[in-house]
């Protein structure tokens, strides 16, 4: 993969998501052929043993604990952004106006302020070839690629509903501790910000549309949970453990949307189905490998939802993988989400989604926070143009 | 089957509902071992021919065009209502104030104050030993049955949320034509009351707990329809083509709901998931002999969601039908509905649903359609005590 | 339903097949349109008591403990047998003798030599215009007929496999008792003979060949069972537990079939696969509503197996049951089944299947018997052209 | 990863196999905490600059030839062998007589005589502390190494069905050209040794039985395909397109096995049933990270198959992966092989499957292929000690 011009990454967070880029970093340039190769340069951590032993492991070439070093460091070019949302703001706008790139995780930060001055950020660095992605990472599993193409093909036809859920269950149990993901402070929000944060933005790139304005209703099942501290004492949970909306499409279309962590036995079940007048379409993660079809126009004694393997060459990101029926698993989607950063930035593009996205997004779950303080009275949604 | 008592029985109404019932009437006592035997004695239709026919195809003893006559006659004790919504007021009452019972099909009726009327007739016909039922048929599917059994028997534990949706597509091409049952005036309302009556009293069934508010949001996606009659006009769609709302429990649980006749390849998709604190159960009346059912205490390495067959004789109403593994279909629902309305009045009890039970549903539905009328603001539901 | 010709039943057998077939003739009238309109005249017995509380409680006008006088009966038109197989040769041939048609259950016989003089007397039946049918009710599985509707379509092109599984598990315990069906005097063969009868039947019957050759394997896991009567004493079993067969079809297709009461879980799953050159067929009785249908012609990036809801108006038998997506059951087979023999007769037809397709079916399983005991030599299958 | 002694790696072959294998040397390290470090030394092919250019892409340090130079590199201490089954048996036991680890891909061989010397040349090896493996990876797949545990850990009972299937369709259409796999002298057998090889492999793992005996029958369904080198010439296919087989395992169960290439629709269709006395367990290697489960032993009103989503901590290989719900692809299997492949290097035991396991399942092969060229005639399977 070496013959094409180097990229250096500086990855800051080397928890969950940072095992998951770092996988991706690796393996990108060996699987397809971009037209950057990436150097993984550095991963910064707050603790010093800790981050060297993570290097080591995933493969940085170096440790850094301070993350304005790893921006200033001329084996950087990228910063790959990997913490929780509040410190989202802070590192994007210090690494884009270093001229350096950003890829960042969502949700983009954890208010509608915070998202409005890092987009604003990007658009200046755009325009100095200084590039910006926010890590919706879900847009590149393969069945939501095709499901988008299937979309854009008019193969579903003016779209009527929108139907989108996801369910996990990891503090079903009330005695599980408090952590900093039920802490507004640092999350921001709860289920909503988590993963609803996903199921906003995948509704909107597959159907091409934007949500108009929302309904939102949020629960908080279990106030306090214990410290975890071993001090028998409890914490207050800050954010919501559930939360449930509806919304309109700016086509029309009626949708309801629920994320919770409160879904007993569902594990990762980020579903998606769209109806519209020509087809419908359905997806669950945790059979990712699987777009359900149905085709309004086959003749009726044969019509029928069809289980597409989503596994063929022709599918997205397939060609540069395995035979057909070989599936690919959930850290494939940040490999695809690295290959399509380094194209757009090979070929000086702005890369999708862009920050403007990602505070596309924001501005609906505020809505929906909006719209849940206050009886569930709708609530329009600012328009925002940069969704193609 | 002929040495039990018989009950004479006459039918309102011999379309679609109008057959399921004749079959549930003509099968029950050769299936079942009910106190009462029912005899088919009444059939009434608008047209003196055409129900006349229907009556010898569907096995009733005589037709009849005036349904006053049918509760006036001698060998008629239940009267059994499958005509549109607008008529069950009227009908109902009189036939409870002649001392006839009553099994009246869903919606109860049109609007909360009739079938407040209705309520209050039931109420007092019971006091006489004059019983009457709500036909919500779909509580009498085994997996549904099974599942609120579930539910009482703690397998659930507290319930955080319910997920209903009940998906058709039979008006998806807008050049359909009008029918009586997009036009307010007979049917009350679209989706919303047609399909949604059954999630709405399923989801209160299963769970034994009741809707206390609801957030709802309509569409009418086509606003007018061919009118059919060979003159080329167009009608004036007065119904909703498409509902959903978010609720809250009486136990605190966030609930969606969705009816829509425009989920394009779902053709008669009702499914139920309830996540609670020690389970989860999931329905699709699509695969109507199956209960999924998820036990939170298993080991999480072989935890997963159950398929259960529901067809053996430890199954609700299957101890009468075949054996273990050869499913049931749709008409059974009213067979079993049959049998439980004739064992209900042979052991002189109220049967469930009451009318009361009908009049809460409506209730939501009300609040509903003033919640989607008023910017989608939380709306709440009077309280209904009869609900276990 | 009156206004045609009666054809008055007599029906051999009370247990769970004559109840099917009692529901089938109450029902038929009532939902088709056949030519003629069976009456229940009489129910055969053993025991006199049982035999007249069976007839009242299935609506048969009288009962009768001697099948001879069933057959001599003015008022019977039509024997109707469902005893067990060894019981099959006498009543059916003495029946046609007297010019009585037959409806005689699977398997047709429990010997091949018995199945031929049945076929034969069936044959000189057929020129005097006495019709005679064997009850393989699968055929009617709305989605079988389906399945065969496509191959005949040719929408599966050259059919390369054909897999075949009927798999139950209602003697896994080798506790449960010893029964008539484990009995080779009466049952003739054991899993083979109940149920691998109705696969080889469907697979010669949806593929449109037949079966010219196989190689066979048998297993009696458990062979002493308790007598169940209190004895304490075991009983042997005389018939297979399981059997599985290797075989060849007409057009050259590589086949393996299996039937098995050992199959734990598996509850009453008759599974049938068909690949071909131009598509694939996948179905499984535990979701009869269900086909998968897989047409190869499709483009690679949206082909893959369509789940097809069979319950559309323009399916097999559907015309004139309920809207779609409102299932049927396991009884509405044998509904199908009186229709179709109904169908026949009216129009002065030979129904199908007929003896020679049931005898067909025998020579295969003799076939499979045959090479068991010979070390799983290849077996040819004589040839039978009565098949289509 | 680093503090770990390296081990250098010889990779044969960089097609299909190559690039997977090389996926897992690459991420093993990073995910894994093995107690040897993987070196990517040496990548051997037939063409000089292909390889090289592959080796590049692949990661791999330097490029070769000649695989005998290979074995002779200081740098490999384990060859990794990728190349067609006839190669396998000189270079396997070249590496091992030169003191090198190998992992040779399946099927071991293309004759058991080959195999037999390679299980030789493997058991005196290992005398010296120089390791083989044969890498049948579906071993390695969660669900699968979760089904064997179930097995061992007595859930399933007495075993009395195994029905394995390997369905694929990449050359359902005639004019498909030649290739090596079509070849008897470079593949050995068709389906059978590529695909059925797995099957055989699995259900012997899973069960913790082995193949007493079989019974075989295979097909060439187009005997004749183009050359495909432009000439218009055909070329004959030497192997089966597709094999199907009875067998019986060492406990006494009945089994059903099918190998395809031409299941229209079914990619890659590995399916595994199991029927014992306690349980059942059934796979689809289309949803690989599910695996189903019945227990016998719940209560029949909540009995049914789980769908387990093999994706828990607690699940084999899983600890060192993403949260529950997030799912692996086909290559982890690799990934799983490399570190089981280390842990028994660098913990100094033999790893398994080893060449005699290897063997074993040759062994089954050829006695398939004698039977189905002797009348599918019984055949034995020699006795084999090594499986557990």
């Not at 301070?66 to 084996?75: F, P, Q, T």
């Not at 890829?103 to 200084?130: D, F, I, Q, T, Y």
């Not at 036809?157 to 408090?178: C, N, T, W």
């Not at 003749?299 to 029926?325: K, M, N, Q």
Request: net charge negative.
């Amino acid at each position: 993969m070496s013959d094409t011009e180097p990229l250096g990454i500086g990855l800051v967070g080397h928890a969950f998501m940072g095992a998951a880029h770092s996988q991706a970093w690796r393996t990108v340039g060996r699987v397809f052929a971009p037209p950057l190769s990436p150097r993984m340069s550095v991963l910064c951590g707050r603790d010093a043993d800790g981050t060297a032993a993570a290097a080591r492991r995933l493969g940085w070439a170096r440790a850094e604990t301070d993350w304005r070093k790893l921006i200033a460091s001329e084996d950087v070019d990228l910063v790959d952004i990997c913490t929780p949302g509040d410190t989202h703001p802070e590192i994007a706008i210090a690494a884009l106006e270093a001229g350096k790139h950003v890829l960042c995780e969502k949700p983009l930060a954890n208010s509608v302020s915070s998202a409005e001055a890092m987009a604003e950020a990007a658009l200046r660095a755009n325009e100095r070839g200084v590039r910006s992605m926010v890590g919706f990472n879900y847009r590149r599993v393969p069945a939501l690629a095709l499901a988008r193409r299937l979309v854009l093909a008019g193969r579903i036809g003016k779209i009527r509903h929108v139907r989108a859920q996801y369910l996990q269950d990891f503090i079903v149990d009330p005695e599980s501790p408090m952590m900093w993901r039920l802490d507004r402070e640092r999350a921001g929000s709860g289920a909503l910000g988590d993963i609803g944060t996903h199921i906003v933005d995948l509704a909107q790139f597959v159907t091409a549309e934007h949500i108009t304005g929302v309904s939102g209703l949020t629960s908080t099942f279990v106030p306090e949970r214990p410290l975890g501290d071993g001090s028998g004492r409890y914490g207050t949970v800050t954010v919501d453990d559930a939360a449930a909306f509806l919304a309109r499409f700016s086509g029309g279309a009626l949708a309801t949307f629920e994320a919770s962590r409160f879904a007993t036995g569902r594990k990762n079940a980020m579903r998606l189905e769209i109806n519209g007048s020509a087809g419908s379409l359905a997806f669950d993660f945790e059979s990712m490998n699987e777009l359900s079809f149905h085709d309004h126009g086959e003749d009726a004694s044969t019509a029928g939802f069809r289980r597409i393997l989503v596994t063929e060459p022709e599918h997205p990101y397939l060609h540069a993988w395995w035979p057909p029926g070989h599936g690919l698993g959930y850290e494939h989607t940040f490999t695809h989400q690295a290959r399509d950063v380094l194209e757009a930035i090979g070929n000086d593009q702005p890369p999708a989604p862009s920050f403007a996205d990602g505070l596309a997004v924001q501005r609906v779950l505020d809505a929906v926070e909006h719209s849940a303080a206050n009886s569930s009275t709708w609530t329009e949604v600012p328009a925002h143009p940069a969704i193609p």
